[in-house]
C-alpha cells in the first residue's frame, strides 16, 4: 500500500530492513549507540564493524534525535540513528518524543543527501510503545516533513504481517489536513 504527499510516495511492506535498496536506513538506537537486540543489532550485524565505529565517535544521542552514519556493508548509503522514547504510560511526553525522533530522522537523511529512506517501526519492541498509537504518529510525522525535505520515497519496513497491518491501517487513516498541519 502506498499514498502520495506532496511529490513523496509513503509505502508499507513486509520485509528485513537491512535488505533495502534505498539512499537511508533507519534505525531504532539506543541512546548510547551501542549497538543491541531487534533492528540495532540486525542492522550492526549486517552493516559490520564501521558502523559501530562510526557511533562510538558520535558518542551517543539524546531522546527524540537522530544522529547520521555511514552504512558499511548495507545497501543504503546511510544509516540514521534514531533513539525512540521508552513508553511509560503516555503520560511522559512520549508521543512528542515519538514525533521528534521520526522528525529528526529526516532531517538527518536529507542533511546527508538522501531522497529515500526506509524507516522500522521506532520505540514499539523493547520499548514498549503502543504499535497503533507510534504508527499513527510516524505516518502523520513523515507525511507532514518529508515533501518539504524533498523525498521521493518513505518506506516502512514492518518484520510481521501483523506489524504491516498496523502501518497499513495508519497510513489508510492518515486525513490529507494531518499531513499538512504538523
Known sequence: MNR??????????????????????????????AGGGGVDGA??????????????????CPTGEAVRTGAGDLPAAHVVHAVGPIWRGGEHGEADLLASAYASSLAAAAEGGARSVAFPSISTGAYGYPKADAAAIAMATVASR???LDFH??????????????????????????ASCL
Do not use: W
Open 4 to 33: 502520495t504527499f506532496g511529490g513523496t510516495t509513503v509505502s508499507c511492506v513486509r520485509g528485513d530492513i537491512t535488505e533495502q535498496h534505498v539512499d537511508a536506513i533507519v534505525n531504532a538506537a539506543n541512546a548510547q549507540l
Open 43 to 60: 542492522i550492526h550485524r549486517a552493516g559490520g564493524p564501521s558502523i559501530m565505529k562510526e557511533c562510538r565517535a558520535i558518542g551517543g
Open 146 to 148: 518529508a515533501p518539504a
Open 153 to 178: 520515497e518513505v518506506r516502512f519496513v514492518l518484520f510481521s504481517d501483523a506489524d504491516l497491518q498496523v502501518y497499513q491501517q495508519a497510513l489508510a487513516d492518515l486525513a490529507p489536513s494531518e
